[in-house]
């Protein structure tokens, strides 16, 4: 709608992970080349994680792209909320592997087969899991058992997992100590910078088909609203800009003010902050905490008046005359 206007060739800010538009930052750069020494050097286990809208699923189609040959197959399990045999029965499929009517036992030998067949020709098979911060304790340990395919200095399957920072406090389970300690490498992906949120968006006009008026359409000040709004995560970039360039060509405007990414934001209610549940839970603990000890200390006096009353039969004279032989423990 507004490409001819702004004489673009495509879309610049869909929210879909194209490699084509991909920002390489210093981080990003580095975490994909952590994913593709991993599997090109047989790590085995590779961990990758970042905040929702970073760039991991991107940066994952990335890597399949650079790893697209013909001496690599590679499954890409996406739908983490899996039962381990659900699981395991994916896995197979997605690398080709006849499922139907096999039990587990059966999957694994399939599977394994499989792999190291492949691993005499010299081929690499991979395993991809993203939304890996879904992914159960039992499927993280059945993948953890599915390397135990390996040779005396190298993994037969390489092992991708890709998720939230709910990953790594996962990973950091007495549980899956085991799995932590098997992880070759390991990498983190940060929302951008001021900077670098203004080098992502012009470098994305440019790829869509913009000349050397990015500037102009995107100036510095509606810049600074944007990575404000966003905080720097690349897909709230990409929502901002692109309601912004609809908004901006419907009013016929040339470049994208201030006053729209506002009304943006206030649209998406980006500039929402959730409290955190933590401290309400914690201030109801310390009331229900309180409240307990109240209740303990006036059961204590009740069965001290009592047991006054049965001893002396006037607990009240004997405690005005001090003459009660015990004193009240509270």
């Known amino acids: 709608m507004y490409k001819a206007f702004y ?11 194209d490699p084509f538009f991909l920002f390489p930052t210093r981080r990003h750069n580095e975490a994909l080349a952590a994913l593709y020494y991993g ?3 047989h790590k085995g286990f590779v961990v990758m994680t970042g905040e929702v809208g970073t760039g991991k699923t991107l940066l994952v189609r990335c890597l ?6 013909s001496d690599v197959s590679y499954a890409y399990v996406f739908n983490s909320r899996l039962s381990p045999m659900e699981f395991l029965q994916y896995v197979a499929g997605d690398f080709g592997l006849a499922v139907s009517g096999k039990n587990k036992s059966e999957l694994l030998l399939t599977l394994s087969n499989y792999v190291i067949s492949r ?3 010299k081929l690499t098979t991979v395993l991809v899991v993203d939304e890996a911060h879904h992914v159960s304790t039992e499927v993280l340990e059945e993948i953890r058992l599915l390397t135990n395919l390996e040779t005396t200095n190298e993994k037969l399957l390489q092992i991708l997992l890709v998720g939230q920072p709910e990953l790594d406090e996962k990973l950091d389970s007495v549980e899956l100590r085991q799995l932590k300690q098997r992880i070759a490498l390991r990498s983190q992906l940060q929302p951008l910078d001021l900077e670098e949120t203004k080098g992502y968006i012009y470098r994305r006009l440019q790829l869509a088909g913009a000349n050397s008026s990015s500037s102009l359409l995107f100036p510095p000040d509606a810049i600074v609203r944007i990575h404000r709004y966003s905080r720097g995560i690349p897909r709230l970039i990409n929502t901002i800009c692109e309601n912004a360039l609809i908004t901006s060509y419907a009013r016929q405007l040339i470049s994208i003010t201030p006053d729209i990414v506002e009304d943006i934001a206030a649209d998406f209610r980006l500039g929402v902050v959730h409290q955190p549940k933590l401290e309400v839970v914690s201030s109801n603990n310390n009331e229900d905490g309180d409240a307990r000890r109240a209740a303990k200390t006036l059961l204590l006096l009740h069965d001290y008046l009592q047991k006054l ?17 015990h004193e009240p423990y509270i």
Request: aromatic share 2%; no cysteine; proline share 8%.
């Open 64 to 69: 399949l792209q650079l790893l697209n040959q």
């Open 7 to 17: 004489n673009l060739k495509r879309n610049p800010f869909e929210i879909t992970p």
């Open 119 to 121: 691993h005499q020709k």
């Open 309 to 325: 009353q049965s001893s002396h039969g006037e607990p009240r004279a004997a405690a005005a005359t001090g003459t009660g032989k």
């Open 39 to 41: 599997v090109r050097r």
